[in-house]
């Protein structure tokens, strides 16, 4: 695979160490818009570094609503050279014309203008069995993750999001969009028929409302950040019934809600 393909292209810059400038050609994550279409509908253009572009694109349309499972899709089409992909639904499933929330602008941090306050309702509380871990658990897991993070580790440019079944990591993503990596999880976890119900999430971004949403949309009873959330977030996952820790620095977190599914 050739650093393209992994996202990664390279610049001259210019390096001052303290003393003196230097002249070396580093590594820089790319940054490419991608088209998603829902039965010939133009949905979105999200800026993204053009991988794993299907299972963003599955990701996207799980979290904005317009699928619940891998049996609503009926096929799934990747155009590299007009970058976009192509999702038919097996029923007829479009945006509402109207809807100016879908104008097509480029999305640059990857956020999302229509999942919000009014999808609360779509989900149930999550259930309080099911998944619990230790505190050793989440710090080994967050310590593992870190190390798989390898284009952040590369280049300094993207987040990470990973899921978990408290034993392993499943499967890591990174993007340069904190939403994206968490869509591609979404889309993964479809296109392999997961039940995300047992599983967690690790983060390397802050969460907010909206990172809580999508969580909430997969089932997913417990998500870990490196990162401090937000008050609103913390709110949010109370009432949706998920555990949030944060704040990692070392051996120390800090459990917002929930804290039954964080024992020793």
């Given at each position: 695979?050739?650093?393209?393909?992994?996202?990664?292209?390279?610049?001259?810059?210019?390096?001052?160490?303290?003393?003196?400038?230097?002249?070396?050609?580093?590594?820089?994550?790319?940054?490419?818009?991608?088209?998603?279409?829902?039965?010939?509908?133009?949905?979105?253009?999200?800026?993204?570094?053009?991988?794993?572009?299907?299972?963003?694109?599955?990701?996207?349309?799980?979290?904005?609503?317009?699928?619940?499972?891998?049996?609503?899709?009926?096929?799934?089409?990747?155009?590299?050279?007009?970058?976009?992909?192509?999702?038919?639904?097996?029923?007829?499933?479009?945006?509402?014309?109207?809807?100016?929330?879908?104008?097509?602008?480029?999305?640059?941090?990857?956020?999302?203008?229509?999942?919000?306050?009014?999808?609360?309702?779509?989900?149930?509380?999550?259930?309080?069995?099911?998944?619990?871990?230790?505190?050793?658990?989440?710090?080994?897991?967050?310590?593992?993750?870190?190390?798989?993070?390898?284009?952040?580790?590369?280049?300094?440019?993207?987040?990470?999001?990973?899921?978990?079944?408290?034993?392993?990591?499943?499967?890591?993503?990174?993007?340069?969009?904190?939403?994206?990596?968490?869509?591609?999880?979404?889309?993964?976890?479809?296109?392999?028929?997961?039940?995300?119900?047992?599983?967690?999430?690790?983060?390397?971004g802050r969460v907010s409302?909206?990172?809580?949403?999508?969580?909430?949309?997969?089932?997913?009873?417990?998500?870990?950040?490196?990162?401090?959330?937000?008050?609103?977030?913390?709110?949010?996952?109370?009432?949706a019934g998920i555990t949030?820790?944060?704040?990692?620095?070392?051996?120390?977190?800090?459990?917002?809600?929930?804290?039954?599914?964080?024992?020793?």
């Amino acid at each position: 695979m050739t650093p393209a393909e992994k996202g990664i292209t390279t610049f001259p810059v210019y390096t001052f160490d303290g003393r003196a400038f230097s002249k070396a050609d580093v590594n820089i994550i790319q940054e490419t818009p991608l088209q998603i279409f829902l039965n010939g509908r133009h949905l979105a253009t999200i800026a993204c570094t053009g991988l794993h572009v299907d299972e963003l694109a599955l990701g996207y349309l799980k979290s904005e609503g317009f699928i619940k499972d891998s049996s609503d899709i009926k096929d799934v089409r990747i155009d590299s050279e007009a970058g976009a992909v192509q999702l038919l639904t097996a029923a007829a499933m479009t945006p509402d014309p109207t809807d100016s929330s879908f104008s097509g602008s480029i999305a640059s941090s990857g956020a999302r203008t229509r999942f919000g306050e009014s999808h609360h309702h779509l989900s149930a509380p999550i259930r309080q069995d099911g998944l619990h871990l230790s505190p050793e658990q989440v710090l080994q897991l967050m310590d593992r993750f870190i190390d798989l993070c390898c284009l952040h580790r590369i280049t300094r440019g993207t987040h990470g999001a990973a899921l978990t079944d408290g034993k392993e990591i499943l499967v890591v993503r990174e993007d340069i969009g904190r939403h994206n990596a968490l869509d591609m999880l979404a889309g993964y976890a479809l296109s392999h028929h997961w039940d995300c119900s047992d599983k967690a999430i690790l983060r390397t971004g802050r969460v907010s409302t909206e990172i809580v949403y999508k969580v909430w949309s997969l089932g997913i009873p417990v998500v870990v950040s490196l990162a401090a959330p937000t008050a609103r977030a913390i709110e949010l996952a109370g009432d949706a019934g998920i555990t949030l820790i944060g704040a990692i620095r070392g051996r120390s977190m800090q459990v917002y809600t929930h804290e039954r599914r964080v024992s020793l």
